[in-house]
């Protein structure tokens, strides 16, 4: 930067290198990880690139690993439950201005969240089978890879059509019988 001229007649500068701050390619790089680092840090949120983030680590280690998220999201339901109930107070208030009395008591309202977290349903199912517990088809079915229920269905379908056929065809050989049976009676 010129900044003007000296005493002797010579052009004088200014640096302006505290702006910015030069970094080697060294440098640069250990600042990238430790921009990276605090931002894990500060939003509470587990590093899942970290090659020691789930290295023979059990559901128990992973839900520490986790904590920080969890009771941040524990902490946003609170505050969301809080304004729904607020909204809902607003809405008695207007129904019973309104139109009278309303049926409803808002403080009584329970508000249910359910995390959206990766489960093993396939695993639960065979250890509470393996344990005594009985299922229905539907129910297995619903968790067969690939399969559409609409798919599921017509498969179905077509796997008992054999066996409505037998059961028609037995029933219908008993009325024959049955029929035999009365005429020989007579």
Not at 121 to 148: C, H, N, W
Not at 161 to 175: F, I, S, Y
């Amino acid at each position: 930067m010129k900044s003007g001229i000296s005493g002797t007649g010579q052009q004088t500068t200014v640096s302006a290198d505290y702006i910015h701050k030069q970094y080697d390619t060294a440098g640069v790089e250990a600042y990238k990880n430790r921009l990276y680092k605090n931002i894990h840090s500060f939003s509470r949120t587990p590093d899942v690139s970290d090659e020691n983030f789930a290295s023979n680590a059990s559901g128990v280690a992973m839900q520490y690993k986790q904590l920080g998220v969890i009771q941040l999201a524990k902490t946003k339901r609170r505050s969301f439950a809080k304004g729904l109930t607020t909204i809902y107070g607003i809405v008695e208030n207007l129904e019973k201005a309104a139109s009278g009395p309303w049926k409803l008591d808002y403080q009584n309202i329970n508000f249910m969240f359910t995390d959206n977290l990766p489960t093993d349903d396939v695993a639960t199912i065979q250890v509470l089978q393996q344990s005594g517990a009985s299922f229905p088809k539907e129910y297995l079915d619903r968790y067969a890879p690939g399969i559409d229920t609409d798919e599921l269905e017509t498969m179905r379908e077509r796997e008992n059509e054999p066996v409505n056929a037998m059961q028609e065809e037995m029933k219908r050989l008993q009325d024959k019988t049955s029929q035999l049976g009365d005429e020989d009676d007579e």
